[in-house]
């Protein structure tokens, strides 16, 4: 079983006398500095000249200075900008700003454990991972409460490296809900696995294929989109408060029995092994290569990948018929 640290576990004291420096004021990095401010510890935030979130994080009440700056006067830095700027910013204004001790603190192990990061010997290097968006990490610790999280050590250079990140953990308020011990290993391969074949790539393509079956076989696309993305919602929202069975409990006896048996030949064992595969290429880094490599190459696949999702003729019905659900927040993306 895993171990799970909370509260009683995790003593803040330990950052009282320390200053975090928090790099990157967006999803990330504002709930952390607010939380940890909340908490009452000493933060600072670190930016660059004509960064948009510069303004937002000065009328929230923090000091914002530029990256190298915020480091030289920190002892923990908390890595929170984009994981593909990350290894730039901290060639160029965080290594050589590290002193004896300090701990530099990661949200993701991508950097870390794929080698693009190499930290000096002389610090801890951890991680703190909530398991949630920024806004709800910011949402819950002001309502007294806290989302889980995974804690993760790399280096020890003090002796105390994880107590120090459960410190932070608490600050965010993440110990109230539990904080998994885990690696960074393990948090990053199991991370890109998820969202690769289950949670973005894996979904997006179920809903593409039932929609364009449907649409192939002369069934209207309005109709379609209904039954492969809309009511997809109501499945994922019973599953995420109660679990598979929960749904299974709440859908028709036909919906049961039809799921129960078509299901298993859709995921089917080339898909499982499939799944390996893809497995394969995070655990031996060609997944990372390839992405390192793709950005080196300004994203030539990922921008026409990106295009063709984009034209993709589900979103057109979308558009229109969401226009008919005005409780829909209507997410415009350009
Ligand atoms: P965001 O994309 O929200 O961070 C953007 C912030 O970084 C902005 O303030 C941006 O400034 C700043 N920034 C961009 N480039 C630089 C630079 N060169 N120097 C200084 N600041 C820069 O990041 P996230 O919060 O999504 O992710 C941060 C980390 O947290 C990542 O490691 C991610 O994997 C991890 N994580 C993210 C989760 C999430 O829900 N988003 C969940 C769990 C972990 P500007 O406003 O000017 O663009
Ligand atoms: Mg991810
Ligand atoms: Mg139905």
Known sequence: MAKIYYDKDADLKLLKDKKVAIIGYGSQGHAHALNLKDSGIDVVIGLYKGSRSWDRAERDGFTVKEVDEAVSESNVISMLIPDIVQPAVFY????????????????????????????????????????????????????????????????????????????????????????????????????????????????????????????????????????????????????????????????????????????????NESVRQEMRKILKEIQTGEFAREWILENQAARPVFNKLLEMEKNHPIEKVGKELRKMMPWLRGIEVE
């Not at 290594?95 to 701990?103: C, F, H, S, T, V």
């Not at 790539?201 to 593409?208: R, Y």
């Not at 997809?232 to 129960?260: F, H, N, P, Q, R």
């Open 92 to 267: 160029r204004e965080i290594k050589n700003n590290l002193k004896e001790g300090d701990m530099l603190l990661f949200a993701h192990g991508f950097n870390i454990h794929y080698n693009q990061i190499i930290p000096p010997s002389y610090v801890d290097v951890t991680m703190v991972a909530p398991k949630s968006p920024g806004h709800l990490v910011r949402r819950m610790y002001e309502e007294g409460k806290g989302v889980p999280a995974l804690v993760a050590v790399h280096s020890d250079y003090t002796g105390k490296a994880l107590d120090y990140a459960l410190a932070y953990a608490k600050g965010i308020g993440c110990t109230r809900a539990g904080v998994i011990e885990t690696t960074f290993k393990e948090e990053t391969e199991t991370d890109l696995f998820g969202e690769q074949v289950d949670l973005c790539g894996g979904v997006a393509e179920l809903i593409k294929a039932t929609f364009e079956t449907l649409v192939e076989a002369g069934y209207q696309p309005e109709v379609a989109y209904f039954e492969a993305l809309h009511e997809l919602k109501l499945i994922v929202d019973l599953i995420y408060e109660g679990g598979i069975y929960a749904m299974w409990y709440s859908v028709s006896d036909t919906a049961k029995y039809g799921g129960m048996t078509r299901g298993k030949r859709i995921i």
